[in-house]
């Protein structure tokens, strides 16, 4: 018994040698048909054994600048660049800024006035008094306001492109909104329009209250279009507001080309975003291709893109504010679909398929009590009752 096993270890052992050396064999071939690199490869110039030979940058400013310059020179191998760009064309493109001219104010000016008006504070009697018996109250309108003509315009911008507002409306090209919109759809504020916050559709039934601080003379465009709403085309939108030539702050002064639709978001297709955008016009602009119906309630004549009406009049109107909210079904969606637009209503549900269920066993091993009770007729179950 002992020679049996002996020998039998000893084939194996040469059988597994076979094996090893078959692969090491195929695997040599393999390297030997590898191609040689169409020229050096990178860092090849640099002696590993001797480093302190390799010249230092001394400064980040100069280490970026010959990064600069090797990111520009062409390299016979595909960079991670060249992956990206072939997959998508337009990664890492500049975008345009097609908004207003902005002017940074000077820093020793804002600096100057800063301490001018801390000067004033120290000589207040009643400020001081405030402060040390802790009743001085702060005004959230001045904040708001200093908010909205300091950095405000940036984190507007920062926000929308968290939510991919110019992404899905102006494709390569952004804007400050310079122009702050109050928007509210409520008398008492409480269904106030901002960057995203979250508003019912019966909340949003009826015509807001618009606001903007605008030159005498000066005329407006506001357009409130929804890019997650069609029906047919990912890439169109729904109109649900076009006014033009507003003169002033007038809203209801304006000419309205498309009369204002509640939104509607389709039931299960989550929180849409609705974008208010306003335009500053160099002049009066002929919005005769732009008019719909009125009451406008075909979808078809609803359908809408940002980018297109942009171009059309992009010599005559310059976006200047931004203001947006999400939306999501409720049941005054349902009215809007069967009673104005004269529709069935659509609706997107997710349909579970039913639980599968391995072939039942004649003696299933290791599986609870109710193990029977997954191959019951019927739909009522008795789980846990014997």
């Excluded at 990064?67 to 975008?95: C, F, L, M, N």
């Excluded at 929180?271 to 016009?281: A, D, E, G, I, N």
Aim: net charge neutral; proline share 6%.
């Amino acid at each position: 018994m002992a020679l049996r096993a002996v020998c039998g270890a000893a084939l194996r052992t040469g059988t597994d040698l076979g094996v090893n050396n078959a692969r090491t064999f195929v695997s040599t071939a393999f390297l030997c048909k590898r191609v040689a690199p169409l020229g050096a490869m990178p860092n090849d110039e640099i002696d590993v054994q001797n480093l302190e030979s390799v010249e230092k940058y001394r400064s980040y400013t100069r280490y970026l600048k010959r990064a600069e310059e090797a990111k520009i020179q062409p390299a016979w191998w595909k960079t991670y660049r060249g992956y990206v760009d072939s997959s998508d064309p337009e990664h890492g493109a500049e975008k345009v800024d097609i908004g207003l001219p902005f002017c940074q104010p000077s820093r020793i000016k804002v600096a100057r006035e800063r301490k001018e008006v801390m000067k004033e504070n120290k000589k207040s009697v009643e400020l001081e008094r405030a402060c040390r018996l802790r009743t001085f109250k702060i005004s959230l309108d001045e904040v708001q306001k200093t908010w909205e003509k300091s950095s405000g315009m940036f984190h507007i911008k920062r926000l929308a492109d968290h939510y991919g507002v110019f992404r899905d409306l102006f494709h390569m090209a952004y804007f400050l909104p310079q122009v702050p919109l109050q928007i509210c759809y409520s008398q008492d504020n409480s269904s106030q329009v901002y960057y995203g916050n979250r508003l019912t559709p019966t909340e949003t039934a009826s015509v807001p209250q618009i606001a903007f601080e605008a030159e005498e003379g000066s005329l407006w465009t506001l357009l409130l279009t929804c890019p997650d709403e069609h029906l047919l085309d990912n890439e169109a939108e729904y109109v649900h507001w076009l006014v033009g030539n507003i003169p002033g702050g007038a809203v209801q002064a304006g000419e309205e080309l498309c009369h204002y639709l509640p939104p509607f978001p389709a039931r299960g297709t989550g929180f849409h975003r609705y974008v208010y955008v306003l335009f500053k016009q160099e002049r009066t602009i002929n919005f005769q291709e732009d008019v719909r119906p009125s009451p406008c309630h075909s979808l078809v004549d609803r359908s809408f893109k940002t980018t297109a009406f942009y171009r059309k009049h992009q010599d005559n109107m310059t976006p200047a504010g931004l203001a947006f909210f999400q939306c999501q079904w409720d049941e005054s969606v349902t009215e809007t679909f069967h009673t104005t637009l004269d529709m069935r209503e659509p609706v997107f549900e997710f349909i579970r398929p039913p639980v599968y269920h391995p072939p039942q066993v004649k003696y299933p091993h290791r599986q609870p009590l109710r193990y029977l009770d997954r191959y019951r007729d019927g739909k009522k179950h008795s789980y846990g009752i014997y």
